[in-house]
């Protein structure tokens, strides 16, 4: 991975971390931080202990969170876009 995609450059402290992408569950978020991180995006998984049990009755709210620095959501939202269009093309 470059080291300017890392939270440990300093000069990434100050950038947002932002929701690029609303999971469907814990597998499906976790499943796609890898393929981010295949593609140099340093990513991680938000609101992870909401999901599940309620949290899936009730949908959307309890979903996890890809989160990623604010200046990679363009090129992350495209790579996560593009990875799930090949999943349902191959389950077709």
Do not use: C
């Amino acid at each position: 991975m470059d080291d300017s995609s890392s939270t440990s450059d300093p000069h990434r402290l100050n950038e947002n971390i932002i929701e690029v992408y609303r999971a469907r569950n814990l597998s499906e978020a976790q499943m796609l931080v890898n393929v981010l991180a295949d593609q140099g995006i340093e990513a991680q998984i938000g609101g992870a202990s909401s999901s599940g049990g309620y949290a899936e009755v009730v949908g959307w709210h309890g979903s996890p969170q890809v989160l990623a620095f604010e200046n990679d959501r363009i090129r992350a939202r495209a790579i996560i876009e593009e990875y799930l269009n090949i999943i349902l093309d191959e389950n077709e």
